[in-house]
């Protein structure tokens, strides 16, 4: 049965991001990226769509390019890595150029390092004053740990590296952005290869279009077997699926 309720979930489309996490250290394998599964998991847990997630070195120009590119394609752009006091630390002044705006000192930033830098006894040096140099116009994000750790330029919500850090700033930033219907999931576990069940799963998506079928094959130690993980906006349908799913294989 069509309700209105159904009506509403198939037109309101959920907002949509991109993940850049920014980093040598992250592609070299030196350093192990939980950001990008925090990021993703936070957002899809508030219905924001997350369409792509990117890792890309400490460049200029490959920030440049990147941001440019996704920020027109997508409502919402979170970057992580590069705001930091060293000479590899670039993502502050991509991001300017990417705008076109100047990198300029802002002294609110200043302001909350010296705060954070005096309770920490410790000097604030030109290095560490490095991270007060923000792009004309942007807003500085706060967290809960260093007070100041990032900023919004429009779209693009630029974020530290430090997991504990990154993740007090986001914490924040969800509190303020528009916010779309969560995905229900459910995960069929299943002892068959999964070519044996291929063409049954390829009907079952043709016939429930509000619900994504994936198909996660797995391997423990002889045995063969599949979970199928059910995502949609519609718990009915995902229920119906289901239904027809244990049906099909007879569990």
């Known amino acids: 049965m069509i309700t209105k309720n159904n009506i509403?979930?198939?037109?309101?489309?959920?907002?949509?991001?991109?993940?850049i996490i920014i980093g040598n250290e992250i592609l070299s394998g030196r350093t192990l990226d939980t950001n990008k599964h925090y990021l993703c998991k936070e957002?899809?847990?508030?219905?924001?769509?997350?369409v792509e997630a990117r890792v890309i070195k400490d460049e200029e120009k490959e920030i440049i390019n990147v941001v440019n590119e996704v920020r027109k394609k997508y409502n919402y752009i979170f970057t992580t890595g590069g705001i930091g006091p060293t000479h590899d630390d670039v993502t502050s002044l991509s991001i300017a150029k990417a705008f076109k705006v100047k990198l300029v000192q802002n002294k609110n930033a200043v302001k909350f390092l010296k705060i954070y830098y005096s309770s920490m006894k410790k000097q604030l040096n030109e290095y560490r004053l490095k991270m007060a140099f923000i792009p004309k116009?942007?807003?500085l994000l706060h967290n809960s740990i260093t007070k100041v750790a990032?900023?919004?330029?429009k779209n693009v919500y630029v974020m530290a590296g430090i997991?504990?850090?990154?993740?007090?700033?986001?914490?924040?930033?969800?509190?303020?952005?528009k916010?779309?219907?969560?995905y229900i999931s459910k995960t069929i576990l299943i002892n068959t290869p999964e070519s044996n069940i291929a063409k049954d799963l390829s009907n079952i998506q043709k016939k429930f279009?509000?619900?994504?079928?994936?198909?996660?094959?797995f391997l423990n130690k002889k045995l063969k077997g599949v979970n199928i993980v059910l995502r949609s906006k519609n718990k009915k349908e995902i229920n119906?699926?289901?239904?027809?799913?244990r049906k099909i294989i007879n569990i």
């Open 8 to 19: 509403l979930m198939k037109k309101k489309k959920n907002p949509t991001s991109c993940i």
């Open 43 to 50: 957002l899809t847990l508030n219905g924001i769509d997350v």
């Open 137 to 139: 116009g942007a807003e």
């Open 150 to 153: 990032g900023f919004r330029m």
């Open 163 to 177: 997991p504990q850090i990154m993740e007090a700033t986001f914490k924040e930033i969800i509190l303020k952005i």
């Open 179 to 182: 916010k779309g219907i969560p």
């Open 209 to 217: 279009k509000e619900v994504e079928v994936g198909s996660y094959p």
């Open 240 to 245: 119906k699926a289901t239904k027809e799913i």
